[in-house]
């Protein structure tokens, strides 16, 4: 196999209380990566569509993952990176994280699969870094692994697959503002009181719990998030108002997509996520923001392979 085509599907990540340890990936929505085997080696970015965005390997984030990787492989040929975005940078919804994991994820395959994909989070991690400063995992995992991920530690990397009820529907609303992760990084605080700590361990557990046991009504009494949502929710236009028509609509909760400004709600059923689709649409209309809605089941595989 000299090239292959792949789906790099949108992800949520910092899941309501699993702050920058919980993942979900979203089953219709996402980039399209081709990756071919060159005789030169190296990495070098041919084509990016639908976005734009650095053309240079070590300024592309599918660039800067697929250098950590083949310098792990050391192959005596290289590979040449498309990239067809859907995914809008800065949406919240894991654009930088599609490309990091595509990019690990076309080159493992080319070379035969020589590691898994729970070993090739960390190379897409390094991707990552270079668009949230930090090396997190929460969005690449699930692109890598499907379903929810959770990342136990990240000293050792320690990922889990956590599975979900298959009537669990994710709505999530974009409105079109651009809010990089490094800014809504920088209003967080450092240290967090323990009262809160505590509420959120607990919520945490019970999320966990409902998705493993498909107990709907204990994983929407877990979707709360005490430390973040408070901070950050005041960059996110109409953010109160699209909770309450989340809520009004009978979804089981909602909170921030990634870092922003996208905002997700969960929902049993697909009816009920349309519903809640429309219901927050028009509580953004007010704005006059333009925004995208999807509603997806959750994608249990991660990245299909296309051709
Ligand atoms: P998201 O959570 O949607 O990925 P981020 O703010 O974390 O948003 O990352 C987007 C940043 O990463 C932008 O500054 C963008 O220019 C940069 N970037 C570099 N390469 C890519 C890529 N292949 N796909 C998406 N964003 C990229």
Do not use: W
Request: proline share 5%; with cysteine.
């Amino acid at each position: 196999m000299n090239e292959i085509r792949i789906f790099c599907p949108a992800t949520i990540a910092n899941v309501s209380c699993g702050f920058d340890v919980l993942g979900l990936c979203l089953e219709n929505f996402g980039d399209e990566m081709i990756i071919a085997r060159t005789e030169t080696k190296g990495i070098r970015i041919k084509e990016i569509t639908g976005a734009n965005l650095p053309m240079d390997a070590k300024h592309n984030v599918a660039g800067v993952a697929a250098l950590a990787f083949i310098e792990k492989l050391n192959p005596d040929f290289g590979f040449e990176i498309s990239i067809h975005k859907k995914i809008k940078a800065g949406s919240g919804i894991g654009s930088s994280a599609a490309s990091a994991a595509g990019a690990v994820f076309g080159i493992n395959a080319l070379c035969g699969y020589p590691i898994s994909n729970k070993e090739l989070v960390y190379y897409a991690m390094q991707g990552e870094a270079l668009a949230s400063g930090t090396p997190h995992s929460d969005n690449v995992a699930p692109v890598l692994l499907g379903g929810f991920a959770l990342v136990r530690s990240y000293t050792p990397l320690d990922i889990i697959s956590i599975p979900s009820p298959s009537d669990l529907y994710v709505t999530v609303i974009h409105p079109q503002i651009e809010l990089k992760t490094k800014d809504a990084r920088s209003v967080l605080k450092e240290n967090i009181p323990l009262k809160k700590a505590i509420i959120q361990c607990g919520n945490l557990g019970g999320l966990i719990s409902g998705l493993y046991t498909s107990d709907y009504g204990l994983i929407g009494r877990s979707l709360h998030d005490e430390l973040i949502e408070p901070i950050r929710s005041v960059l996110i236009p109409n953010f109160n108002q699209l909770k309450q028509a989340a809520a009004d609509s009978g979804a089981l909760g909602s909170g921030i997509a990634g870092s922003g400004p996208s905002v997700f709600a969960l929902s049993q059923g697909v009816v009920t996520a349309q519903k809640t689709a429309q219901a927050m649409a028009e509580a953004l209309q007010d704005t006059n923001i333009p925004f995208e809605i999807h509603i997806s089941a959750i994608n249990p595989q991660g990245i299909k392979i296309l051709s």
